[in-house]
């Protein structure tokens, strides 16, 4: 393993400091820009890290599962020699984990692109008056409360250095003029409708760019994932290119951000 490579293991609990762990030498005068992703352990997440890499960022990688985002961490780090990579386990249900790996985050350098992949599904039969309080605050816990945490806790700094790509991950689900409209897995499709409203809202707060940061959503399409099953049409990697491309993609007066992407084309929703 190439002596740029690092994995810094950190367990986040608002009571203990952050330790780094490295698995190899150091780079202690990293030039790359640095990516955070989160859900990185896998599908979608795994791919935009993936991508991200391929295209020159160093990561840090957000997960529940701390076996599987060492695994992950470990996957980039043979295909990207080069890589540094920062491995931070949390369980963005819970607040408390929520802040502790912003502020983690905080410590390594500035963060430069912010790709919110992490998510989870509500039950199949969760019609709006069949959700009971629990499962409700569930998916608004993990699908739109870590997303506004993140996004006040990272996008600050962005916005400070002029300099910044915000991607959040939405779905066709949350389109009140598509797929969204047919009812049914109301906790998710509210919640994924409220993140295309949020990436809006704060697109129009930060300048529509104007100020060097780019905040959108977007929708990977139905994706072979955990998610969205084995028989989906595309791959996990087709599903994430349209955020690599977000990312990454340079921005003149006249283009357009705060909206909602799907195979780089914006949607309504």
């Not at 369980?91 to 790709?115: C, F, G, K, M």
């Not at 949350?174 to 906790?187: D, H, I």
Request: hydrophobic share 40%; with cysteine; aromatic share 4%.
């Amino acid at each position: 393993m190439s002596a740029n490579a690092v994995v810094a293991q950190v367990r986040h609990n608002p009571t203990m400091t952050a330790n780094t762990l490295p698995i190899s030498p150091t780079n202690t005068s990293p030039t790359k820009q640095l990516a955070v992703v989160t859900g990185a352990s896998r599908g979608l997440g795994f791919e935009s890290a993936r991508g991200l890499a391929g295209a020159g960022f160093d990561l840090a990688l957000v997960a529940k599962d701390e076996t599987r985002l060492q695994d992950a961490a470990r996957r980039l780090l043979a295909e990207f020699p080069d890589l540094e990579v920062y491995c931070c386990p949390a369980d963005l249900e819970h607040p408390d984990e929520t802040r502790a790996v912003i502020s983690t985050i905080s410590t390594l350098r500035q963060v430069t692109v912010l790709v919110v992949a992490h998510g989870v599904m509500s039950e199949k039969m969760s019609k709006t008056l069949r959700t009971n309080d629990a499962e409700w605050r569930r998916v608004m816990a993990i699908n739109l409360d870590s997303v506004f945490a993140l996004l006040n806790g990272i996008v600050p700094a962005m916005v400070e250095a002029r300099l910044g790509r915000v991607i959040v991950y939405s779905a066709c689900l949350g389109r009140m003029s598509g797929p969204g409209n047919t009812g049914g897995y109301a906790p998710y499709r509210v919640s994924k409708a409220a993140v295309n409203a949020m990436v809006r809202n704060l697109a129009h707060e930060t300048g529509l760019g104007s100020r060097g940061v780019l905040i959108d959503a977007v929708c990977p399409n139905h994706s072979r994932t955990d998610m969205g099953g084995p028989n989906a049409p595309r791959s996990a990697a087709e599903g994430a290119a349209t955020s690599i491309w977000l990312a990454t993609r340079t921005f003149t007066s006249g283009d357009i951000t705060g909206a909602l992407w799907e195979d780089e084309q914006i949607v309504p929703w």
